[in-house]
Nanobody, 122 residues
């Protein structure tokens, strides 16, 4: 299984970024996908998850109304649209996958991408 995250960068507060996660070597349509983020010295934090068909989603309260997760099963891609970014959103963002249903717990995910840095300045 391979997950390749991209799309991170540096933006000012109020700006937007779109993260992408390309999956390979897995049966994508059988897998839930999620985004987590991590800052130095802190545990990995759940951001958003999407179920196998794309109709079920979970979004952390801290980003609800600003971030949207989606997936394209034909392209084996997962996206995280991040709007109205704030300095507290600064972190390394990771995509992750697990078979069957979605989860908000990092320990339930089997495979992880390499992470992409998001930096938001005030």
């Amino acid at each position: 299984v391979q997950l390749q995250a991209s799309g991170g960068g540096s933006v000012q507060a109020g700006g937007s970024l779109r993260l992408s996660c390309a999956a390979s070597r897995l049966n994508f349509q059988r897998c839930a996908m999620a985004w987590f983020r991590q800052t130095p010295g802190k545990e990995r934090e759940f951001v958003a998850a999407v179920g196998r068909s794309g109709t079920s989603t979970e979004v952390a309260n801290s980003v609800k109304g600003r971030f949207t997760i989606s997936r394209d099963n034909a392209r084996k891609m997962t996206y995280l649209q991040m709007d109205n970014l704030q300095p507290e959103d600064t972190a390394v963002y990771y995509c992750a996958t697990k078979y069957r249903g979605l989860s908000t717990f990092a320990t339930n995910y089997d495979y992880w991408g390499q992470g992409t840095q998001v930096t938001v300045s005030s």
